[in-house]
């Protein structure tokens, strides 16, 4: 629910009950605009409506007596991110710390955002298998010395399990971390009842079951679906990468890991990322290469900083070592986004396309284990269709439309669209005139010249009628935004019968669409 705050809003936190007066309606979105259909991702997050509440038309209750486990979890993150604050972080090192610790990413701007987008980082910035395996790292160097005892190890395991479970409930309970913590979760079991241990495969592919069984929507969650296909290409092509060479010096040696690592994850996970986000960042080996280690350091300066930040020097140098280590980041990221072309976009592939980039994955790495003539025709024939698809999508003609949506103009050229901007509410799309009416600016006013308008978009917020817009317009159509009151509506689409002025009636869901053709 969306609501206009009002002087009680400052109040409100998670575990609230409010009460509203508001149409609740199924969230929706315009796939012919957009290419992505909102109403239906929400739906998979468990959110079946929505709703606006204006100022006095909703309250605040007393607290529920009763938070569930996920409310708790984010009340205590909330803390502390207030913590945070205390500490004196702010901005972008405030919004990355936020991040990479409990992931909470309201603070992240979209330009930060777009910046670890292009630099090929955003992984760092949701917690993911990459976290709950440093995190392991740290807290298996601090349980050290329990291995000493006899079963110390395996106290060791416990605590390791318990305090990884206890990171997956500050998170929110995400579907990646929690993948992450339930395959080490059962590792760990498996190391108690066998010497031979679960396979990766086997250990992947349960945890992808029983959270499955717990939540059947996760599969069509994206995060879910990068983060066991990343898992199953590092199983999968670590190997086979790492092994093209062998380092002589343990430099050497890290660095090609995080390599291999990185690319094998990138590879498997590239059909997914075109087919939902059309960019591809091309010094992604590179930004890896630090990311990880300052990400490691963050984690432990964080960590750090709640041990010893009541100390006076020592916790305010632990702070300034944090805050120095993100901006740090943050800069390194932003040189590497900045270089020419650190991104490739517009590349949209279809979902046969993507089925079919995994499928060639799938024969190359069948090629390069066994070599033969019949696979390396499989590659070819392949690769031989995905290219006669992607010439036939890119080549064939298209249209250059222009979309009167939310009482916005947009753009839509092939798969890309963008909101065009206006001062005054005029747009000259080629030879056509659009105005879009939202406030009461026209409201009796006079003109000696009528001005003429193609398209007049009457959206929510205006003040007047089509009587006073005919005194100062010349209109060839208007069309009615479906956020418009009603009873308002029905009255303005009368004075067009009068005027004999034509019209077009949007639904709550749906755009009018003006085309060019090439």
Known sequence: ??????????????????????????????????????????????????ALAFEGHWKRLQPAFMLTWKQRALLLRERLLEQYRNWGLEGDVLAVVSA?????????????????????????????GLHVGMIVGILWILLAPLKRWRHGKNVASVLLVVCLWMFAFLSGLSASVVRAVTMFTLYVLASWVSEERFSGFLSVTLTAFLMLVYQ?????????????????????????????????????T??????????AAQLGTLPLILYYFGAFPTYFLLANLVVGPLACCILCATLGAFLLGNLPVVGAGVIWLLTQTTVLLNVIMESVSSLDGSQLTAIHLSAFQALLLFLLLGAVYAYLHRRS?????????????????????????FSDSFYLYRSEVYHRKRFEAEVLSSANGFYRLDALKVAVLKDSTWRKKQAAEKLAVDYAYIC??????????????????????GSLNPSY?????????????????????GSYRIVRKY
């Not at 610790?101 to 292009?118: F, H, M, Q």
């Not at 994206?222 to 060479?245: G, K, R």
């Not at 003040?463 to 069309?479: A, C, D, H, K, P």
């Not at 509506?489 to 869901?509: D, G, N, T, V, W």
Request: glycine share 8%; aromatic share 14%.
């Open 1 to 50: 629910m969306y609501w206009i705050l009002d002087s009680a809003g400052t109040s409100l936190q998670c575990g609230d009950r409010i009460c509203f007066h508001a149409t609740v309606s199924r969230p929706v979105s315009d796939m012919n605009l957009t290419g992505f259909d909102y109403g239906k991702y929400l739906f998979r997050q468990g959110i079946s409506g929505t």
């Open 100 to 128: 990479l610790t409990v992931g909470e990413k309201r603070e992240l701007t979209e330009e930060l955002k777009a910046v670890y987008s292009a630099a090929g980082t955003s992984h760092v910035l949701a917690l993911s």
């Open 216 to 252: 059947p929507m996760y599969l069509f969650d994206i995060s879910f679906q990068l983060s066991f296909v990343a898992v199953y290409s590092i199983l999968l092509l670590y190997p086979l990468i790492s092994s093209w060479w062998s380092p002589r010096n343990r430099i050497g």
């Open 254 to 263: 890290y660095v090609w890991n995080a390599l291999s690592v990185s690319l």
């Open 373 to 397: 003539a019949l696979r390396l025709m499989t590659c070819l024939g392949i690769v031989n269709v995905f290219l006669v698809i992607g010439i036939w999508r890119y080549g064939r003609p």
């Open 460 to 481: 929510r917020g205006f003040r007047g009628n089509v009587e006073g817009l005919s005194r100062v317009f010349e209109i060839r159509q208007v069309v009615f935004d």
């Open 489 to 509: 509506r029905e009255s303005l689409k009368a004075e067009c019968m009068r005027y004999q002025i034509p019209f077009a009636e949007l639904p709550a869901e």
